[in-house]
């Protein structure tokens, strides 16, 4: 089982980008799914979560600017990031909840550079 995200890159100020996480391998479902973020020299930290039935919860710094989303048809969950900032520049992580040997277990996926320049 793993999750391969995909999507970072260098943008400016003010721009987007869409991150993918797609889980693969042998599992039943996925449960809650989400990205996390580690800044340069700062420790990981949520960006936003969605339940299988779509619940979204999203960190303040966020709120208004990213949208997660997800398929379940294909396991993949996106992150689709706005307005862009400096600050929201980080290793972002995806993370999910997925049903393996007869219960769910947690896993990361390997990490995608977002760079914001200003």
């Known amino acids: 089982v793993q999750l391969q995200a995909s999507g970072g890159g260098l943008v400016q100020e003010g721009g987007s980008l869409r991150l993918s996480c797609a889980a693969s391998g042998s599992f039943g479902s996925a449960n809650v799914m989400g990205w996390y973020r580690q800044p340069p020299g700062k420790q990981r930290e949520l960006v936003a979560t969605?339940?299988?039935?779509?619940?979204?919860n999203y960190a303040g710094s966020v709120r208004g600017r990213f949208t997660i989303s997800r398929d379940n048809a294909k396991n993949t969950v996106y992150l689709q990031m706005n307005s862009l900032k400096p600050e929201d520049t980080a290793v972002y992580y995806c993370n999910a909840d997925l049903y393996s040997n007869y219960r769910y277990r947690n896993y990361w996926g390997q990490g995608t550079q977002v760079t914001v320049s200003s």
């Open positions: 969605i339940t299988r039935g779509g619940i979204t």
